[in-house]
């Protein structure tokens, strides 16, 4: 397979889980338990294509470009595509197309189960690297934003506008991010 980088690209992407689906002998990887690339490997188990997801648009464009992209190989012919593991698909757009397939599966999932898969809270906060996970608090995704440094019973200032006021999934969306709001939420330990 010429891209012999394409496994530690994926890998490096946050939440992404591998496995190998035996029965079709497909390397599979996964956010949040969906398939998001695949790369299918033959009897020998070399790889013959690399599957993943697009806008139909999209995919559509491209198979008219690149005689190296088909209709998804065993897969939804209208949003699955699939690249030729030995083809002339330049490196930086198969990246670029693997990225757009992870980023529309995470799409698929409500924002609330974004931040569950990406295990972050609505301002960016790792739950499982904090000191009061746990033990003294539940976790923003978890509480819909009451968390231990708030008032009891009231959410998090963060939560209500990112979350609550803005529907967004991460502050990461606003545009006025760092806001007064970010900035006086600084937690001291």
Same mark, same amino acid.
């Given at each position: 397979? @010429?891209?012999?980088?394409? +496994?530690?690209? =994926? *890998?490096? $992407?946050?939440?992404?889980? $591998?496995? =190998? &689906?035996?029965?079709? #002998? ?14 299918? *490997? ?7 294509? /690399? #599957?993943? !997801? ?7 464009? =491209? @198979?008219?470009?690149?005689?190296? /992209? /088909? ?5 939804? !012919?209208?949003?699955? #595509? ?5 083809? %002339?698909?330049?490196?930086? =757009? *198969? ?7 992870? +980023? ?8 609330? &189960?974004? @931040? ?17 996970? $746990? ?5 923003? #995704? %978890?509480?819909?934003? &009451? ?32 806001? %007064? /709001? ?6 001291? &330990?």
């Amino acid at each position: 397979m @010429r891209y012999t980088w394409i +496994n530690d690209y =994926l *890998l490096q $992407k946050r939440a992404v889980t $591998k496995d =190998l &689906k035996k029965e079709w #002998n497909w390397i599979r990887y996964q956010i949040g338990g969906k398939m998001f690339a695949a790369i299918c *490997l033959d009897r020998d188990d070399k790889p013959y294509y /690399i #599957n993943l !997801k697009l806008e139909p648009s999209e995919g559509d464009f =491209l @198979r008219n470009q690149y005689p190296d /992209i /088909i209709p998804g190989y065993y897969s939804d !012919k209208m949003h699955w #595509n699939s690249v030729n593991p030995d083809g %002339e698909v330049p490196d930086e =757009l *198969l990246m670029d197309l693997l990225d757009k397939s992870y +980023n529309l599966v995470l799409a698929g999932f409500s924002k609330k &189960k974004q @931040r569950e898969v990406l295990g972050l809270t609505c301002c960016g906060t790792e739950c499982a690297a904090c000191d009061y996970y $746990k033990s003294m608090c539940k976790g923003c #995704n %978890e509480t819909s934003g &009451k968390v231990f440094h708030t008032a009891s019973g009231q959410s998090c200032s963060i939560y209500q506008c990112c979350v609550g006021k803005n529907k967004f999934s991460t502050c990461a969306e606003c545009k006025k991010i760092p806001c %007064e /709001i970010w900035q006086a939420t600084n937690i001291e &330990k």
